[in-house]
């Protein structure tokens, strides 16, 4: 299996632009969590979806984020506008029930 | 509240030498456990997991972790280091009532040649 893929790697953007983060989760696995890592904050969780669906999103920091998983095998993180203080670590995370996730390389996004 | 507390940010282990790192945790029942190591630049890796059974489990990379109950501690151990073990390593809750998981701090290892 290819494991947890996440595009792009890195992405440098410009404050107020709009930032799209993608996922492709380990084919069968039912769960998929978006984190967000930094120094100062570690490691946090932002949203999670069960079979497509929305299960928890209050981590999500602001009304400037929103995620979509629109199938089994897609998922993107949004971020409109962004800011400065944005810039993270974006991982895409993938499970089958109980617990055992498995994390894509990230996406080191930075904001200027 | 569940917790999960790494209390050593930075370890400093020779080459060769044996490791533990500490991880306590604050949880109701018994809940699952699990260890991750992430390589500089790269994403977290599952090293092993408890779920129940033997409270001594072994991963990959030569890594074990002991589960005591009496103590909620969910060390991991390995009998002698390499310098590729430099990594940060987190240590995480997952509650059986639901599937997040609740992440402790991470310990820095670093290995002195």
């Known amino acids: 299996d290819a494991g947890v893929i996440q595009s792009p790697r890195h992405e440098v953007t410009e404050m107020g632009q709009e930032v799209t983060l993608r996922c492709k989760p380990i084919?069968?696995?039912?769960?998929l969590f978006w984190y967000r890592q930094t120094m100062m904050r570690g490691l946090e969780l932002l949203i999670y979806?069960?079979?497509?669906?929305?299960?928890?999103d209050s981590g999500m920091p602001e009304d400037r984020f929103s995620a979509k998983m629109p199938n089994a095998s897609f998922s993107t993180l949004k971020i409109q506008p962004s800011e400065p203080r944005d810039s993270a670590v974006y991982f895409c995370?993938?499970?089958?029930?109980?617990?055992?996730?498995?994390f894509g390389p990230g996406t080191r996004l930075t904001v200027t | 509240a569940q917790s999960v507390t790494q209390p050593d940010i930075h370890i400093t282990v020779s080459e060769g030498a044996s490791l533990e790192l500490r991880c306590n945790y604050s949880?109701?029942?018994?809940?699952?456990l699990f260890w991750y190591v992430q390589s500089p630049g790269q994403g977290l890796q599952l090293l092993l997991k408890?779920?129940?059974?033997d409270t001594l489990v072994q991963g990959i990379k030569g890594f074990e972790a002991e589960f005591k109950r009496s103590q909620s501690s969910f060390n991991l151990r390995k009998p002698s280091v390499h310098w590729s073990d430099a990594a940060e390593y987190f240590c995480?809750?997952?509650?059986?009532?639901?599937?997040?998981?609740?992440w402790g701090a991470g310990t820095k290892l670093i290995i002195k040649p």
């Open positions: 995370a993938s499970s089958l029930q109980y617990y055992e996730q498995y």
């Open positions: 084919s069968g696995h039912d769960y």
């Open positions: 979806f069960n079979n497509n669906v929305p299960i928890d």
């Open positions: 949880y109701g029942a018994t809940p699952y």
């Open positions: 408890y779920f129940s059974g």
């Open positions: 995480a809750v997952g509650a059986r009532s639901n599937y997040q998981l609740i």
